[in-house]
């Protein structure tokens, strides 16, 4: 092994440019999501983390259910994709068309469904 290389030091808000996103290891080792492709399982894991966002926005339903807003844009956005692609990936997950791992539910015209992302790691 060569020497050590001169690597610089973070300063001030550079240290934050490794902010990670969380995918369960499950969603990759589980045979059940062998066929959920690794789009759809980050687009997950995004989820997952916008659900703290909305836990402390108080965005919970009449039965104490967390939910987030993702609409399709927001969807493009992060993924840099096309609308067709993040709809493809929200069939994906959602229960409907997908695995179920989300459920969205409209609210009605010109208002973003609710989404809300399941706990598949608790067996039903």
Same mark, same amino acid.
């Given at each position: 092994m060569g020497p050590p290389l001169d690597f610089p030091y973070y300063y001030g808000r550079e240290a934050e440019q490794y902010a990670f996103y969380r995918i369960p290891k499950l969603l990759i080792s589980d045979d059940r999501f062998r066929f959920v492709s690794t789009d759809a399982k980050l687009l997950y894991g995004l989820m997952l983390d916008r659900m703290s966002l909305s836990l402390k926005n108080g965005w919970l339903d009449s039965d104490n259910r967390v939910y987030i807003f993702f609409p399709v844009e927001e969807v493009m956005e992060a993924l840099n994709c096309k609308s067709e692609k993040a709809t493809k990936l929200l069939a994906e997950l959602d229960g409907?068309? %997908? +695995? %179920? *791992? +989300?459920?969205?539910?409209?609210? %009605?015209? %010109?208002?973003?469904? *609710?989404v809300y992302v399941k706990n598949f790691a608790v067996v039903p």
């Open positions: 409907k068309k %997908g +695995i %179920g *791992l +989300i459920e969205r539910v409209r609210q %009605g015209q %010109g208002k973003p469904s *609710l």
